[in-house]
């Protein structure tokens, strides 16, 4: 491909693989987009999908999971552990090769307003997207989730959406869509059910609160497993490398006795985010060669 787009959409299905295969074929059936990844998560239950092609098939295919969604997804008995606020909740777009960050921002304005038009569901631009300084970032968007959305849209004028009907769809919700660099989403679970001790971690690690910068953060259990687990957003990997946050974490657990089970790479992470050796090192389970993006291009 002379020009090279990846989509990460993030839809609140976890659990059903049945919906998510769905979702999954409504995307691969778009002429000139190539799926590389559907990875779902049943505590969070979220699934994300990784997907590449030219700027005209990668909106399309965005368009078509999202449509699909909204079928299928009733946020109004989702529950999880990761926030959300619609049933596709994030349509993110990243230049990969050939295309610049202005060009993915005109995707996502396209995109965004094909979403409120065509299905009535409110669209609130993000991070490079964004049309306000607040909306860059995702928290802002997010924050109190559907519930809270539901009641502030149409009420609220700093929730007015960008794209879209000023009420929250009934189920599917509201969507964010944005255009950013690559984002990797990297989770690290620790041999103990300590919930608060998660939480202190992911509070002293994350940007916002002085930690690493361009590091998200928040704690979780996996009850079902019986651990917990450090979940990161990672928006700028040279900034602070997958490594640099692993060893953060791994220090914080030591000094509480607690120590690291091992990690896990949530889809695809470019080559140059992964030095020599950092897969054993951080115990990223499972892994494989395909879970570098220009190992599928």
Not at 97 to 124: Q, Y
């Amino acid at each position: 491909m002379d020009k090279v787009v990846e989509c990460v959409p993030n839809f609140s299905e976890g659990r059903d693989k049945n919906v998510i295969e769905k979702i999954a074929r409504a995307v691969r059936d778009v002429s000139g987009v190539k799926l590389l990844d559907v990875e779902g998560d049943a505590a969070h239950n979220r699934c994300v999908l990784t997907l590449v092609g030219a700027p005209g098939p990668i909106g399309d295919a965005a368009f078509a999971g999202v449509a699909r969604a909204a079928e299928l997804i009733d946020l109004t008995k989702h529950m999880g552990e990761h926030p959300r606020m619609g049933a596709t909740d994030v349509v993110p777009f990243v230049p990969v090769h050939g295309v610049t960050m202005e060009d993915c921002v005109a995707l996502a304005r396209a995109t965004g307003g094909r979403i409120g038009k065509e299905l009535n569901i409110p669209v609130f631009l993000y991070e490079e997207a964004a049309t306000r300084p607040e909306r860059r970032n995702l928290a802002n968007v997010r924050k109190g989730q559907f519930e809270a959305l539901r009641d502030a849209i149409g009420r609220d004028p700093a929730r007015t959406p960008d794209f879209g009907p000023e009420k929250i769809h009934p189920t599917a919700g509201a969507t964010a869509v944005g255009a950013r660099e690559f984002l990797i989403a990297f989770n690290v679970n620790l041999d103990s059910n300590d919930l608060p001790l998660a939480k202190a971690i992911a509070n002293k690690i994350r940007e916002a609160k002085g930690g690493l910068p361009k590091v998200k953060a928040m704690g979780f259990e996996i009850a079902e497993k019986g651990f917990v687990q450090i979940s990161m957003n990672l928006t700028n990997y040279t900034v602070t490398p997958i490594r640099a946050a692993f060893d953060a974490i791994k220090t914080e657990a030591e000094k509480a006795g607690v120590e690291i089970l091992n990690s896990e790479l949530i889809g695809l992470a470019p080559r140059a985010a992964l030095g020599p050796g950092d897969v054993e090192y951080m115990k990223i389970e499972p892994f494989n060669s395909k879970m570098i993006v220009e190992n599928n291009l």
